[in-house]
């Protein structure tokens, strides 16, 4: 699990007005090309938790088609990365923020943007230093608690994340901000209003473009940060059809190897989306272990649940029977 952390102090209306200057940034750094370009209003950032930045990323495409993702990729100093997906407007101008906050590190990041699988652009810029401040989880405003620390989340069925607290000295009738810092580092805001003494219950909607990753929720009353808590959340995507294919293979129909085989090509081509994958831990015989091929035969009738189904993946692939990479 890859837990992010930030703070940030602004209001929705700040949110709004910002955005709405975003598209007339001014451009410090880019690159075209004769599909495009990429562009950046920052080179070189310094970040404190208490002052993240917003980097504007944006740019044009050539004979754009309305509906179709830009895709940015953003190379991390560990040569990790992210991908930010955008639209652009009808004339072919995109514009997306992102924030750098103390989950960032310092280093050197390249940015590169393609569409359609053309290269539209890059830039680059660096991080030159970041100052982190522990946010208490309870302070003399309030306090702030999650009811749940892993969400699973599976097809398309809906889900929400319940934080509870309590501000002290309350104004009935003022809001209360919750800012999501999500794992690509763009944020959300949910506003709120707490009872008269001070009790406040928020539900938030884990809405379908949210990737999985680590979450943080920051609260804030007053313009005064009061409360911080975290959450993991894990999607997985399974196709109808993998029922049967299951099925064949717990009643023996198919051999394990085309079982195997089945799964590695559905995960490498992200058919299926499973959590925490990191690879096999060493070399295997490829016997696969009766309580797996049990279990999994239970899903694909409906007995248990995906997550079982996820636990039994994750163990084929600690144990290299699966091979990922």
């Known amino acids: 699990m ?25 451009a410090i750094s880019g690159s075209s090309t004769e599909f ?50 955008t639209q652009a407007d009808k004339e072919g101008i995109f514009s997306t923020p ?85 794992p690509s580092g763009l944020t959300s805001d949910v506003t709120i209003t707490g009872k008269s003494n001070g009790d406040f219950t928020a539900h938030i909607s884990i809405a379908d473009n949210w990737e999985s990753g680590s979450f943080s929720i920051i609260a804030s009353y007053d313009e005064e940060n009061f409360g911080k808590v975290e959450f993991q959340l894990n999607k997985i995507q399974i196709p109808s059809y993998f029922k049967n294919v299951a099925s064949w293979w717990s009643d023996g129909l198919i051999e394990d190897f085309e079982f195997v085989d089945g799964i590695e090509y559905l995960i490498s081509e992200e058919i299926i989306e499973i959590p925490n994958l990191s690879g096999s831990a060493g070399s295997s ?12 035969g239970w899903w694909s009738n409906g007995l248990t649940s995906d997550t079982e189904l996820v636990n039994s993946i994750q163990y084929l692939v600690e144990k290299g029977i699966i091979q990922v990479n």
């Open 2 to 26: 890859i837990l992010n952390s930030g703070i940030i102090f602004v209001s929705i209306l700040v949110l709004i007005i910002v955005s709405s200057n975003f598209v007339s940034a001014s």
């Open 98 to 182: 992102i924030l750098l906050d103390s989950n960032w590190t310092v280093g050197n990041y390249q940015l590169l943007a393609t569409y359609l699988n053309n290269e539209i652009g890059s830039a680059s810029f660096s991080i030159t230093s970041v100052s982190v401040q522990n946010i208490p989880v309870m302070s003399n405003i309030g306090s702030l608690e999650i009811d749940e620390e892993e969400i699973i989340v599976t097809g398309n069925e809906k889900s929400t994340v319940e934080v509870n607290g309590n501000i002290k000295n309350y104004q009935r009738g003022d809001p209360i901000t919750l800012k999501i810092l999500h």
């Open 36 to 85: 495009g370009s990429l562009n950046i209003d920052q080179d070189s950032v310094s970040i404190s938790e208490t002052a993240p930045t917003i980097l504007n990323i944006s740019g044009t495409v050539v004979d754009y088609n309305s509906g179709q993702m830009i895709l940015i990729e953003i190379k991390k100093p560990d040569n990790t990365s992210i991908t930010l997906k």
């Open 285 to 296: 015989d490829n016997v696969v272990p009766d309580w797996v091929r049990q279990n999994i």
